[in-house]
C-alpha cells in the first residue's frame, strides 16, 4: 500500500524533521530560491533582531552596504551609539511594513513632514528616527537637514543594492489623525507629546501588511526593478501592547500576522524569498534555550543558530568569537527603541 506520505524525505515529519533533530542545525529548514552571489550589494533593515542578520553578513564576508558611514572610526562604541554602522542607512529600527513603506515614499520625494521634529528638554528629535541621536539635534534646522540628508541616502540605497533583507517585528504602531503618518514608537516615550486627541495607535492586520509588502516591492522596483527581498520574522516577543490585550496573545497575533503574510508574499513572487529565524527560535524542541531568563532576548546560541542556518544555505562561512553574534556583540548590545516603552514602569 502506498500513499501521498509514503516516500517524503525527514524533513516533512515532526519526529525525525523537529522533535529528533538538533535545534541549532535543522536539516532543510531553508532553500533559498533567492541566490546570494559574490558581488551582492545588501541593504538591510529591520526590527532590533535585524542586527544579528547584518553583522554575521558583514563577518563572513559579503557586502553589506552602509551609505551613512561614520565620519570616522576611532570610536566604534560611539558610533554605534549613534546608530552608525547599524543598519544600511541611519534610519534605525523599521519595526513596521507601514514604517518602510513611508521611508521608501519619503525617499522619493524628498519629504519631511512639517510637525515630525519633537523636542525634549531643548533639543530635537527626528521622530520618525528618534533613537538616532541620544541627547537629539541643538536645533530644529540641524534635525531637518539631517533628515533631508537621510532620505537622499536611503534612495542611492535602494537604486544600487541588489537585494533587501528586511525583518518584521510589530503590527501596532502609532499613526498621526490630521495625516496618516506612522511613528516607530509613541510620541512621549523618547521625545515629543503624546496627545490622545490626535494620535491613535494603529494595529495591522494580516490584509495591510500583505499590501504594504506589495506596495514596498513596486516601489523599490520603479528605480531597480532587479533588486530581491529576503523576508525574515523577529522571534523577540513585544516588550508591551497598547492594545487591551494581555502581552502574550497580542505577540502571538502579531507573529502570526506577520509570519502568514510574509509567507504569503513569497510565496507569490519568484524574487521574494521567506527566512524562517522565527522558525528556529521558537522550535518547541529547543525547549526555551534560545531565550534568555527574561524569556525575550534571544541567546547568542539562538542568534548564532539562526546566522548559521541563513550562511550555510547560501555557501557562506559563519565567523564568530564564541560570546555574542559574528561581532562579538550579545543582545544586551542591540540598539533597540522599544524597550523604553518599559522605562517608566516600577
Known sequence: MTHPYADLPPQ???????????PAALDGIYRPGV??????????????FAQHISRALRAAGVQVLDVEPAPNDE?????????????SARYGNIYTTRQLLQLLRDSQSGHIAPDEIWQRDGRFFDAQRPGIEPVGFISDHEARLMRQLHLAAVKRLFATATHLI?????VECWSDLQTGRVF????????GQHDPARYRLLRLGFSEVLQDLQQIRDHLHRDNPSLRMILTVSPVPLVATATDQHVLPATSGAKAILRAAAGEFADGHQDVDYFPAYEIITNPA??????????????PQGVQAVTGVFLRAHGLTQVTDGQGDAHGRSAEDLICEEIMLQADRP
Open 12 to 22: 516533512a515529519f515532526w519526529r525525525s524533521g523537529v522533535a529528533d533533530a538538533d
Open 35 to 48: 541566490a546570494l552571489e559574490a558581488d551582492a550589494r545588501i541593504a538591510t533593515a529591520g526590527s532590533c
Open 75 to 87: 570610536a566604534p562604541d560611539l558610533a554605534h551609539s549613534f546608530n552608525y554602522g547599524v543598519y
Open 166 to 170: 528586511f525583518t518584521l517585528g510589530l
Open 184 to 191: 516607530p514608537i509613541a510620541p512621549g516615550v523618547i521625545a
Open 286 to 299: 529547543a525547549r526555551g534555550r534560545f531565550y534568555m531568563k527574561n524569556c525575550r532576548d534571544v541567546t
